[in-house]
């Protein structure tokens, strides 16, 4: 395994603690940019191994967003669970194949009470994403 494997392993598991103890969201990861890490990073540094600050910096970007991405399956997969089956199956059946979000926006226009059981079951960020 190189470092690079390594760290990004590294990375994986401290952000994916960070969301297990709700310090950061599924919003907080999407809205992060390079920017952000850079002013995090800022005044510090430091080198793994072979790598240079800003090559870390690239390296923790991509796994905050393959932990994004991750997890937003998982909280879709939860959100889809909560759905009326009837009106899931018939937009499935007419929109597929489609994004997570317009399915959303569309099933919410059909069954629009489903909006305070995503905010019930802590899912309200799925709204500023639709």
Not at 15 to 44: H, P, Q
Not at 107 to 126: G, S
Request: hydrophobic share 35%; aromatic share 16%; with cysteine.
């Amino acid at each position: 395994m190189t470092y690079k494997e390594l760290y990004y392993r590294e990375v994986m598991n401290q952000i994916w603690d960070d969301v297990c103890n709700w310090t950061i969201t599924l919003s907080d990861l999407k809205s992060m940019t390079v920017a952000d890490l850079e002013r995090e990073f800022d005044g510090i540094n430091f080198y793994y191994q072979d790598y240079t600050r800003d090559e870390i910096i690239k390296m923790y970007y991509k796994t905050v967003q393959d932990v994004a991405e991750g997890l937003e399956l998982v909280e879709f997969g939860h959100i889809t669970s909560y759905m009326n089956d009837e009106i899931r199956e018939s937009l499935h059946a007419e929109m597929a194949p489609c994004s997570k979000y317009e399915f959303l926006r569309q099933y919410l226009k059909r069954d629009p009470d489903f909006v305070n059981l995503l905010k019930t079951e802590h899912f309200e960020h799925w709204l500023d994403m639709i």
